[in-house]
T-cell receptor, first 115, second 113 residues
Framework: DSGVTQTPKHLITATGQRVTLRCSPR?????VYWYQQSLDQGLQFLIH???????AKGNILERFSAQQFPDLHSELNLSSLELGDSALYFC??????????????FGPGTRLLVL | AQSVTQPDIHITVSEGASLELRCNYS??????LFWYVQSPGQGLQLLLK??????LVQGIKGFEAEFKRSQSSFNLRKPSVHWSDAAEYFC???????????FGKGTKLSVKP
């Protein structure tokens, strides 16, 4: 158990809908990262928040957004869902970003299926 | 651009045999390198990491990896594989100022009894 929690574990929805994925980082961690894992793209970095502020963006679609709240939990919002958004979404946390050397601890993921 | 290549998509080894999973990276500065393992239906678990110093690093579950700057490689090894090692293995490099990880496509390991 990494100490990172994600809810829900599974999510099935229809095209055009909107969903929210939730992540609680390890106690004491200020950084939260979101990654998408799909068969064709592999593990792709989406977005990074540090202590409530957006730190970096990766391959995140405009239909996707995220935020980190004062209690440090984070939510990833996916809207106007398409079939291709079906994937496993991981959250990871670390104490703070340190030029890529900080160990990131991953949650169990949320498996999203868009029908 | 920074990238990680894992040349082997799928490897099958017999239980008790040795294992080497290959990883090559492309990164302009000193790389921070990681190996993660993902069991079916699970998240990613850190096996080991390299930041600096000794180029042979030890990890959990009996794994080790060797950093070779001249070959831009960070191969993962285990002297004797157990059936419970069957999983997917990901090599990653820390992406500098952004803080995120850049992952390879992964190598799926199957273990024959």
């Amino acid at each position: 158990d990494s100490g990172v929690t994600q809810t829900p574990k599974h999510l099935i929805t229809a095209t055009g809908q909107r969903v929210t994925l939730r992540c609680s980082p390890r106690s004491g961690d200020l950084s939260v990262y979101w990654y998408q894992q799909s068969l064709d793209q592999g593990l792709q970095f989406l977005i990074h928040y540090y202590n409530g502020e957006e730190r970096a963006k990766g391959n995140i679609l405009e239909r996707f957004s995220a935020q980190q709240f004062p209690d440090l939990h984070s939510e990833l919002n996916l809207s106007s869902l398409e079939l291709g958004d079906s994937a496993l979404y991981f959250c990871a946390s670390s104490v703070h970003p340190d030029r890529g050397r900080e160990t990131q601890y991953f949650g169990p993921g949320t498996r999203l299926l868009v029908l | 651009a920074q990238s990680v290549t894992q040349p082997d998509i799928h490897i099958t080894v017999s239980e008790g045999a040795s294992l080497e999973l290959r990883c090559n990276y492309s990164y302009g500065a000193t790389p921070y390198l990681f190996w993660y393992v993902q069991s079916p239906g699970q998240g990613l678990q850190l096996l080991l990491k390299y930041f600096s110093g000794d180029t042979l690093v030890q990890g959990i579950k009996g794994f080790e990896a060797e950093f070779k700057r001249s070959q831009s490689s960070f191969n993962l090894r285990k002297p004797s594989v157990h059936w419970s090692d069957a999983a997917e293995y990901f090599c990653a490099v820390g992406a500098g100022s952004q803080g995120n990880l850049i992952f390879g496509k992964g190598t799926k390991l199957s273990v024959k009894p």
